[in-house]
């Protein structure tokens, strides 16, 4: 079935530095990519909506100068965490939606847990 | 705005049934979810509901669904060790497909 990967699985970075996660369709397309945090014991928040070949929809409270997403192709979405403080260490999620009405194909990624020291 | 809310733990032992509840705000969601997440991974769907049905089932799941109410549950019978993981309930928004998670229950299962 259709998979959703994302890469890379984890990351330790130094404060101050940036981080990209990229999240790709295997095979299909998804012109709109979902962007989610969680943090431990707590639900997966949207951050973000990322729509191919235009600005990506952020949620209020969510500081898009931070958080840049860029959705490239049909088959890629890049999240990149910039200047990283430890306050952003968490775990990020994207998701492409279904292609049937019920979004029962609605499909995620691995995760991406995220560490700034 | 719409919210999601949960319980955030339940312990069963093993062989009992476990029911997990949920209630939401958005009387337009017109499907409901519930996906497991193990330690350190990505979610996976369990099972969905239309907003037209009371109740599905689907061999050790069963969705019960009043509307009325907004109030979702699942019950999982015979619950065996494997089953320990956070369960979240999701509600589709009708804006272009995103979903909205509850917090996360999380199922302890002893043996």
């Known amino acids: 079935g259709a998979v959703v990967s994302q890469h890379p699985s984890w990351v330790i970075c130094k404060s101050g530095t940036s981080v990209k996660i990229e999240c790709r369709s295997l095979d299909f397309q998804a012109t709109t990519m979902f962007w989610y945090r969680q943090f431990p014991k707590q639900s997966l928040m949207l951050m973000a909506t990322?729509?191919?070949?235009?600005?990506?929809?952020?949620e209020q409270g969510v500081e898009k100068d931070k958080f840049l997403i860029n959705h490239a192709s049909l088959t890629l979405s890049t999240l990149t965490v910039t200047s990283a403080h430890p306050e952003d260490s968490s775990f990020y999620i994207c998701?492409?939606?279904?292609?049937?009405?019920?979004?029962?194909?609605?499909?995620f990624g691995q995760g991406t847990r995220l560490t700034v020291v | 705005g719409e919210d999601v809310e949960q319980s955030l733990f339940l312990s069963v032992r093993e062989g009992d049934s476990s029911v997990i509840n949920c209630t939401y705000t958005d009387s337009s969601s017109t499907y409901l979810y519930w996906y497991k997440q193990e330690p350190g991974a990505g979610l996976q769907l369990l099972t969905y509901?239309?907003?037209?049905?009371d109740m599905k089932q689907d061999q050790r799941l069963t969705v019960l669904l009043n509307k009325k109410d907004k109030h979702l549950s699942l019950r999982i019978a015979d619950t065996q060790t494997g089953d320990s993981a956070i369960y979240f309930c999701?509600?589709?928004?009708?804006?272009?497909?995103?979903?909205?998670f509850g917090q996360g229950t999380e199922l302890s299962v002893k043996p």
């Open positions: 999701a509600s589709r928004s009708n804006q272009g497909g995103k979903l909205i």
């Open positions: 990322s729509n191919e070949g235009s600005k990506a929809t952020y």
């Open positions: 998701s492409a939606p279904g292609r049937d009405r019920a979004n029962t194909e609605a499909f």
């Open positions: 509901i239309f907003s037209n049905m």
